[in-house]
């Protein structure tokens, strides 16, 4: 196994991560979360390399250049869903301490 297979896979794996947390955030529906990657994997097998730099499996044609843009995006995803999620907790924090405080006035 080289390093370029190994890093390849893991891009992978966080992009398609990365597209589980980013759903979860949005839909805010972990069932809906796990599909969507499912539904991507499934569709790679069936549209193949029309997907360009979001083909899963690139390596298969010794084309390692997809795997750096599925890396970056599923960066990204991450980061941008970590955001989300912390904008969403502040909302929810906001809405409950303006309950107590009427609560208790």
Not at 6 to 30: C, E, H, Q, S
Not at 53 to 82: A, E, R, V
């Amino acid at each position: 196994m080289t390093l370029w297979l190994y890093l390849g896979t893991v891009a992978n794996a966080v992009f398609l991560g990365a597209l589980g947390m980013m759903t979860a955030a949005l839909a805010d529906n972990t069932i809906i979360a796990y599909m969507i990657p499912l539904v991507y994997y499934a569709l790679n097998y069936a549209a193949g390399a029309k997907l360009g730099y979001y083909f899963l499996f690139s390596m298969q044609l010794s084309d390692f250049s997809p795997k750096l843009w599925l890396g970056i995006t599923g960066g990204l995803l991450i980061i941008g869903s970590l955001i989300l999620k912390g904008l969403r907790i502040n909302r929810f924090l906001h809405f409950v301490k303006d309950i107590l405080r009427k609560a208790i006035v």
